[in-house]
Every structure is written in structure tokens, then in C-alpha cells.
């Protein structure tokens, strides 16, 4: 199951990056069947597969997070048990899970203080924050339109669209990338998920930075949301994940290379505010 865990990681099957953290922790429950004889036995199987599961996606803040989590409380604890080790690994993955999802859903709850009704906003991707927070929208009768950008080459945002087309307080609509700039003045504010902020850096799905330095431009905001463990101080270096050229092109590329990033840097400046479950910041 860690095997095939890391394979859709590192695959990027899952979009969220909270969804990425919690089904690598959930993956690391099977360790604790395992029958092991020493506590140094029990480790070491954990170590590896901790190193299996960060390799797969060094990238994802959240899963960096939620991993130390768990080696601080069973690696770096002195367990004079099997028992006793694979106990703190069960309690830690529980915790570490629960608090994932009650982060992303208090952050949501935050993020709708920034709607009022009958706003116009553009998205960027797909966002299970943003999402979120649109829904809790519509449960307060809050009404909305909301571009939506098609996200290539992965076309996230046509999920993001397809998901909004449901929410009857929602008008969406689906643009391809390069018109954002177009549509952005029209715009209240921007609104987006984020992967994750470092250094002064917003690290996001790619496509983020021309949308950022476009409402800039316009003086239109631009609000990211996400957990609080996304906003990271130090001890984590983002690294950028290059996908497949088949993406881009089917066809294969004669002539020519193609690089096909899955996230870019924006400048912290460029963001207005940066709203978690714990408070909203303005950088």
C-alpha cells in the first residue's frame, strides 16, 4: 500500500496537497501490522518508508509537515516497546490526519469572511480550500461568479468549473489560461489555493504568477487560502516537479524540447492576503 501510495504521489493523481498528506499517513498504518521483533527493527521500516513516501513529492509542504510529525513522535521518542512504538505511530497518524482536515475546513470557514454577495471572482486550478469555502458561500446564500482558468496542461480547472456548475448561487465560467489577464480587472479580487509559502515565495500550480502580477497591475487583490503548515519559516527547500512532455504534446516533439513545470513562484508581495485556519495575514 506505501508502494502504491507513492506511485499516485509522485504521479499526482491527487490534486489537494492536504489529501496528498493524508493518504500518506493513512499508508504508513500498515506498518503497524507488521511483525517486528526489535523497536530498531520497527524504525528502520518506518524510516524507509517515510523516505519512500517524501521522495514522491518533495514539493508538498503539508506532506513534508506531516511526516516529521510522525518521525518526531516514534523515530526521534525513545520506545522501550514494540508495542509502544507502533502505538505512538497509530495515535500520531490519527492526530496528524484529523488536524489536516479540521485546518482545511477552518481555513474555508476564514476565507468566507473575504466574500460578500454578488461578487465577481477568478480561480485559478483546482483548490479543495477554495471549493470548500465557496460551498459554506452558498450555504449563507451568498452568491457569486466566478471565472475559472482551464489550467493547462492537466486541466484541473474544468474539475473546478464542473464543481461549481452544481452550486446553484454560483455563475462559473471557464476560461483557458492566457485570457486571466483579460478578465481579472472585471474582478473583485483573485482567489487561490496555495502549495505552499517559503522564503517570501507563494509556490503554486503553475500559472499563478502571470495571474498574480496581472491583478497587480489592475489593482485587483489577490487572497490565497490554505492551511496554517503551508506557511513555512524554514527547514524546507521547494522543489519544483517537472512533469512528462505528453502532457503538452501527444505527438512527440521534433525539432524542439518542451518543459512542462508544475508549479511557479510568485513574490510574496504580489499577495494581499494569506488566510489559514489560524488568522488571516497580510504579507
Avoid at 481555513?107 to 480550500?129: M, P, R
Avoid at 487561490?192 to 503554486?204: A, E, H, I, K, R
Amino acid at each position: 500500500m506505501i508502494d502504491e501510495t507513492a506511485a499516485e504521489i509522485e504521479a499526482m493523481r491527487t490534486h489537494s496537497s492536504s489529501e496528498v498528506a493524508i493518504k500518506a499517513a493513512e499508508a504508513l498504518h500498515t506498518l503497524t501490522t507488521r511483525d517486528r521483533s526489535t523497536v530498531s527493527e520497527f524504525k528502520r521500516d518506518l524510516e524507509h518508508n517515510i523516505g519512500v513516501l517524501r521522495r514522491a513529492n518533495p514539493s508538498h509542504a503539508t506532506l513534508e509537515t506531516a511526516l516529521r510529525e510522525i518521525e518526531d513522535a516514534v523515530l526521534d521518542s525513545d520506545h522501550t516497546s514494540v508495542t509502544g512504538a507502533v502505538d505512538a505511530l497509530a495515535e500520531t497518524i490519527d492526530t496528524v490526519t484529523e488536524r489536516i482536515q479540521t485546518a482545511k475546513q477552518d481555513a474555508a470557514l476564514n476565507a468566507v469572511s473575504l466574500f460578500s454577495d454578488g461578487d465577481t471572482i477568478l480561480t485559478h486550478d483546482f483548490s479543495t480550500t477554495v471549493m470548500a469555502a465557496i460551498r459554506e458561500a452558498a450555504e449563507q446564500n451568498i452568491s457569486l461568479q466566478i471565472y475559472v482558468t482551464e489550467a493547462r496542461p492537466r486541466n484541473l480547472g474544468r474539475k473546478t468549473a464542473r464543481e461549481l456548475g452544481k452550486i446553484d448561487s454560483v455563475d462559473a465560467t471557464l476560461i483557458v489560461d492566457s485570457a486571466a489577464g483579460s478578465y481579472v480587472d472585471e474582478c473583485d479580487y483573485v482567489l487561490t489555493g496555495m502549495t505552499c509559502v517559503v522564503d517570501d515565495q507563494l509556490y503554486n500550480r503553475v500559472g499563478t504568477f502571470p495571474i498574480a502580477a496581472a491583478a497587480a497591475q489592475v489593482d485587483t487583490p489577490y487572497y490565497v487560502t490554505g492551511a496554517s503548515t503551508k506557511v513555512i519559516e524554514s527547514g524546507f527547500v521547494f522543489e519544483n516537479d517537472y512533469r512528462d512532455a505528453s502532457e503538452v504534446l501527444r505527438e512527440p516533439a521534433e525539432g524542439f524540447s518542451i518543459e512542462n513545470p508544475s508549479y511557479d513562484a510568485t513574490p510574496i508581495e504580489l499577495v494581499n492576503r494569506i488566510v489559514t485556519e489560524k488568522k488571516i495575514i497580510s504579507p
